[in-house]
DNA sequence: GCGATCAGGT
DNA sequence: CACACCTGATCGC
C-alpha cells in the first residue's frame, strides 16, 4: 500500500496520489490510477471548496483513470475539474500560485504504468530536472527501454529521482512469473474445465478492485465468451473491456462479487447462484489470484496452485518484482529513488539502503553505510548491519545482468533457471552504447576510489550534455511491442520529439531533455581502465549471487558464466573481488588526465565479451585491453 | 449524521 | 504468500 505522502522534493508545488494535509495547498493534482490507497483525501470536504474557489487547480490523470473515477458519484464533483491527458503526450502546464500570480512550468508525460486501466506512471520536466513518479506499476524485465519518453535520441534521459512503487523491492520477490506465464497456466486450467460440459463453470474470486481486467479480455477472446460480472456501469465508457463483460449470469467465466464471496468459496458455488437456468446443477471451480513468488534460483514453479477438491489459487501481480524493478532502475540509474511502499517486515532505512544502490552514485549519500577511510581493500566485502539475512544487499545494485543483455550473450540454455534471461532477447533493444549500468559500476568504484577525498562533485559531467548527444538512432521497438494496456486509452499519439523540445524554464532551457551520459566517457572524471570496470563487474556479480541466500538449502548453481566453466564458489568470488578491489582501491589511483576509453578499444571488448573470450580478469593479470 | 481511523477479515 | 478493499467499532465534531 503506497505511503506516499503525495508531493516530491522537487516540485513541491504539486501533489501525486495524496489529497489530504498539505497536498490541500497543491497548485496542480496527479493521479496515476483508480485505486482507493492513491485516493486519499480525494473526496474530501476541504479539498471540494477549494476547487470551488480556485480558477486554476486541476487533476491530471489518463482518459481512463478519468472514466473509472467519475463512475463513482462520491467524486462526480471532479467532473469540471479534471483534465485528462493522452499517453505518451508531453504536456505543459502552468503551476499557477493564485495569490501571487507567481508562475513555474512544468511538462509532464503520461507513460502506461501496467498496473490497472488507466494506470500510468508521470514524468515531469522542468526547471529541477527530469522526475519520474511510478504510480503502482507492473513493468516485465527489457520493457523500460521501449519507452521513447524516457529515452532522448538513443540514450537514456538524465532522471533527478524517481519515486518508486517498491511495493516488492525485496529479495524475497525476487522472481513473479510474468503476465503471460500466469495467464497462459489460467488459460489451460479454465480450458480444462469448462470444454467437459456447459455446467462446467469457473468462478475468478477477484478484489474488489481494478486490474484484473485484462484477464477477462485474455479469456475472453480465447474462450469466446464474455465474463459475468456485477455491474457494467464503470465500463461504459472503456469499450475494450465492456464487450467482454455481461451481466447475464448464463455464461461459464464468471467474475461476479458478492459481500460474503467466502461463504460462496465453501458452498462451491458462485455468488450468482449454483443451478443453471434449467435446473441442472452447475460444477463449479474457483481461482483466486493472488501473488505468487519465487526466489532468485527458484526452479520454474507451477503458476497454479490447488488449494481444495475445486479450488485453485493462480499467480497473479499487480506490481513489478524485485528483479523487474532492479531491471528497471538499472536502466534507468537515476540520482535519487524514493520508495512508495515498504514491503513487510522491512523499514524505510531497509529499503532506501537497498535503494541507494541502484542509484547512479549508490555511495554518495551513503557515507554512512559504507566508509572505507582506508581500511583493508577488501573491505567493501564487509554488509550493513541493517538486516541479517540479505545482508548481502550490499551488491545488488552491481548486477550484470543489464551489461550481458547489452552484450547479446548467449544466455538461453539457462533460461529456466535465470529469470532476466527470458529477456535475453531484449538485448537488440537497449541503446547503443548507453550503458547505464557499466556507467553505475563505473560510478560505484569512481566513488570508492576517491573514498575520503571530494563526496560531492557526482552531478558534473550531467548538466551541459545535451548538445553534444548524437541523434542516429532512435531507440528500436518501440513500435513493435503492444501491451495489454494499451488496450484502455486511446492511441492519439502528439509528435513526442517536438513536443520535448519544448523549453519550459528559462533559467535552464536546456534540463529537461538532458540525457544521461555515460560516465565513462564523460569528461575530466577519473576513467579507469575498461578491462577492469568489466572483471570488477563480473566478481561483484558473482558474489552477489553466491551471497544469496533465499534458498540457502540449494547448492550454488552456475547462473553466471557457467559456459565457461567459472564456478560459483564462494572462496575464488571472494579472492576476485579482493583483486579487483586490490586494483580499484588503491593500486591504480585517480589521476586527472587518464583519458577515456576509445570506443574502439571497447568495441574490441565487446567482441570479446560475446565471443565467451576470457575477460575476467584473474589475479595479477589486469592488464589494460 | 458524517468523517477519520483502526482492527480484523478475505 | 503480503493486494486492495470491505466491514464494523470507536471517537470527535
Redesign the pocket.
Known amino acids: 500500500?503506497?505511503s506516499f505522502a503525495g508531493r516530491m522534493k522537487e516540485y513541491p508545488y504539486i501533489s501525486l496520489d495524496r489529497f489530504?494535509r498539505e497536498n490541500l495547498h497543491a497548485r496542480a493534482y496527479f493521479l496515476s490510477h483508480?485505486?482507493?490507497?492513491h485516493m486519499?483525501?480525494l473526496?474530501?470536504?476541504l479539498l471540494k471548496r477549494k476547487l470551488h474557489l480556485s480558477r486554476t487547480v486541476r487533476l491530471y490523470c489518463s482518459f481512463v483513470t478519468k472514466e473509472l473515477l467519475l463512475n463513482n458519484p462520491k467524486y462526480a464533483f471532479w467532473e469540471e475539474y479534471i483534465v485528462p491527458l493522452e499517453l505518451e503526450s508531453p504536456t505543459q502546464i502552468s503551476l499557477v500560485d493564485e495569490a501571487s500570480g507567481e508562475k513555474e512550468e512544468i511538462v509532464v508525460t503520461l507513460l502506461s504504468a501496467g498496473?490497472?486501466p488507466g494506470s500510468v506512471m508521470f514524468l515531469f520536466e522542468g526547471c529541477q530536472g527530469n522526475v519520474l513518479y511510478t504510480g503502482?506499476f507492473r513493468f516485465a524485465a527489457g520493457d523500460v527501454s521501449r519507452m521513447e519518453h524516457l529515452h532522448s535520441g538513443s540514450r537514456v534521459k538524465d532522471i533527478q529521482s524517481i519515486y518508486l512503487d517498491s511495493?516488492?523491492y525485496?529479495p524475497?520477490f525476487y522472481q513473479i512469473p510474468t503476465r503471460e506465464v500466469c495467464l497462459s497456466g489460467i488459460s489451460e486450467l479454465v480450458g480444462t474445465w469448462i470444454s467437459q460440459s456447459s455446467y462446467h463453470i469457473v468462478w475468478l474470486n477477484c478484489?474488489?478492485?481494478?486490474?484484473y481486467e485484462y484477464l477477462f479480455t485474455n479469456l475472453g477472446d480465447e474462450f469466446n465468451t464474455q465474463i459475468h460480472v456485477n455491474s457494467l456501469a464503470m465500463f461504459k465508457k472503456i469499450p475494450e473491456i465492456l464487450s467482454y463483460v455481461t451481466t447475464d449470469r448464463k455464461t461459464q467465466i464468471h467474475a461476479c462479487r458478492h459481500?460474503k464471496?467466502?461463504e460462496f468459496?465453501q458452498a462451491n458455488r458462485v455468488p450468482c447462484g449454483c443451478v443453471a437456468d434449467d435446473g441442472t446443477p452447475l460444477r463449479i471451480i474457483s481461482i483466486k489470484p493472488?501473488?505468487?513468488?519465487?526466489g532468485e534460483r527458484t526452479k520454474k514453479t507451477n503458476v497454479i496452485?490447488k488449494?481444495g477438491t475445486s479450488s485453485y489459487?493462480a499467480c497473479f501481480?499487480?506490481?513489478s518484482s524485485y528483479s523487474e524493478i532492479k531491471d528497471f532502475l538499472s536502466y534507468l540509474r537515476p540520482v535519487n529513488i524514493y520508495p512508495s511502499v515498504i514491503?513487510?517486515?522491512r523499514s524505510l532505512s531497509d529499503v532506501t539502503q537497498m535503494l541507494r544502490l541502484m542509484c547512479r552514485n549508490p555511495t554518495h549519500q551513503a557515507a554512512f553505510v559504507y566508509k572505507p577511510l582506508g581500511v583493508l581493500k577488501r573491505s567493501r566485502v564487509q554488509r550493513p548491519t541493517y538486516d541479517s539475512e540479505s545482508d548481502d544487499e550490499l551488491f545488488e545494485g552491481l548486477d550484470l545482468v543489464p551489461v550481458r543483455k547489452k552484450l547479446g550473450l548467449n544466455l538461453e540454455a539457462k533460461t529456466e533457471d535465470v529469470p532476466e534471461a527470458q529477456s535475453s532477447s531484449e538485448s537488440a533493444s537497449f541503446p547503443p552504447m548507453d550503458s547505464s549500468s557499466q556507467s553505475v559500476v563505473q560510478n560505484y568504484f569512481d566513488c570508492t576510489e576517491s573514498n575520503g577525498e571530494d563526496d560531492d562533485d557526482d552531478d558534473d559531467g550531467e548538466g551541459g550534455k545535451a548538445e553534444e548527444e548524437s541523434k542516429e538512432e532512435t531507440p528500436t521497438g518501440s513500435s513493435e511491442a503492444p501491451k495489454w494496456e494499451d488496450f484502455f486509452t486511446a492511441e492519439v499519439l502528439t509528435d513526442s520529439q517536438n513536443s520535448q523540445s519544448q523549453s519550459c524554464c528559462s533559467a535552464s532551457p536546456s534540463r529537461a531533455t538532458d540525457s544521461q551520459t555515460p560516465e565513462l566517457f564523460s569528461d575530466g572524471e577519473e576513467t579507469p581502465d575498461v578491462d577492469e570496470t568489466f572483471s570488477l563487474t563480473l566478481s561483484a556479480s558473482l558474489s552477489n549471487h553466491s551471497s544469496q541466500n533465499m534458498e540457502s538449502h540449494l547448492p550454488d548453481t552456475l547462473i553466471l558464466g557457467s559456459e565457461r566453466g567459472d564456478s560459483g564458489v564462494v572462496q575464488s568470488q571472494t579472492e576476485e573481488l579482493s583483486a579487483s578491489q586490490a586494483s580499484s582501491d588503491f593500486d591504480v589511483p585517480c589521476t586527472p588526465e587518464s583519458k577515456a576509453p576509445q570506443p574502439d578499444v571497447l568495441s574490441q571488448l565487446y567482441r570479446k565479451l560475446a565471443s565467451g573470450e576470457e575477460v575476467v580478469a584473474r589475479k595479477g593479470s589486469q592488464g589494460s585491453v
Open positions: 500500500m503506497s489530504d483508480c485505486h482507493k490507497d486519499k483525501g473526496k474530501g470536504p498496473h490497472c503502482d511495493t516488492f525485496d524475497r478484489k474488489a478492485a481494478y486490474g459481500p464471496d467466502e468459496f493472488s501473488t505468487m513468488w519465487f496452485i488449494t489459487r501481480s499487480f506490481h514491503p513487510i517486515g
